[in-house]
T-cell receptor, first 114, second 112 residues
Framework: ETGVTQTPRHLVMGMTNKKSLKCEQH?????MYWYKQSAKKPLELMFV???????ENNSVPSRFSPECPNSSHLFLHLHTLQPEDSALYLC?????????????FGPGTRLTVL | QQQVKQSPQSLIVQKGGISIINCAYE??????FPWYQQFPGKGPALLIA?????SEKKEGRFTISFNKSAKQFSLHIMDSQPGDSATYFC???????????FGSGTQLTVLP
């Protein structure tokens, strides 16, 4: 595997289900991100992990719970979601430096909440 | 508050034509402006980027023009090809955490 991988690629869940999204980066980066991508809207940054420590939580509802066990893996635990949470969830990683910060994205998980 | 405004939302161009996508930002703390390209079923990928101390950057058929005083920047795709059909996002970066703020995206279609 190369780059950033995400599983599953597609997920359909009911509002009472609990599921988890997984992201793995094979680039040796020290920062990982979760984004939400909805149609015709900007990518919304949800969470940032820098050296496994959560540094940003952009007012995300508690029904989304991130976990970063090490610098290569990132999870997004989902529970009691709402239909409006249906979107493409993108994971990204980067090597955070003082200068530029190119983020490498995975292909995303297409989530549908029924 | 949307800090990076992008237009147009969609764009149709004939093969060989010039595609132009515009973005405007509000926060003068932004210090790095990348453009990302996203194909269906894929995540966004960095296409080209510019710093505000430069007014123009060119890489092949792709050029960023930057107007610091107007707080605007644009992507020009010369000799557009059907393979350029994708969604393009402008973005702006700031702060020690180097967070990216994205525009809403432009869906480009290049007709053969």
């Amino acid at each position: 595997e190369t780059g950033v991988t995400q599983t599953p690629r597609h997920l359909v869940m009911g509002m009472t289900n609990k599921k988890s999204l997984k992201c793995e980066q094979h680039l040796g980066h020290n920062a990982m991100y979760w984004y939400k991508q909805s149609a015709k809207k900007p990518l919304e940054l949800m969470f940032v992990y820098n050296f496994k420590e959560q540094t940003e939580n952009n007012s995300v509802p508690s029904r989304f719970s991130p976990e970063c066990p090490n610098s290569s893996h990132l999870f997004l635990h989902l529970h009691t979601l709402q239909p409006e949470d249906s979107a493409l969830y993108l994971c990204a990683s980067s090597q955070v430096l003082a200068g530029d910060n190119e983020q490498f994205f995975g292909p995303g998980t297409r989530l549908t909440v029924l | 508050q949307q800090q990076v405004k992008q237009s147009p939302q969609s764009l149709i161009v004939q093969k060989g034509g010039i595609s132009i996508i515009n973005c405007a930002y509000e926060n003068t703390a932004f210090d790095y402006f990348p453009w990302y390209q996203q194909f269906p079923g894929k995540g966004p990928a960095l296409l080209i980027a510019i710093r505000p101390d430069v007014s123009e950057k060119k890489e092949g058929r792709f050029t960023i023009s930057f107007n610091k005083s107007a707080k605007q920047f644009s992507l020009h795709i010369m000799d557009s090809q059907p393979g350029d059909s994708a969604t393009y996002f402008c973005a702006a970066q700031r702060g020690s955490a180097r967070q990216l703020t994205f525009g809403s995206g432009t869906q480009l279609t290049v007709l053969p």
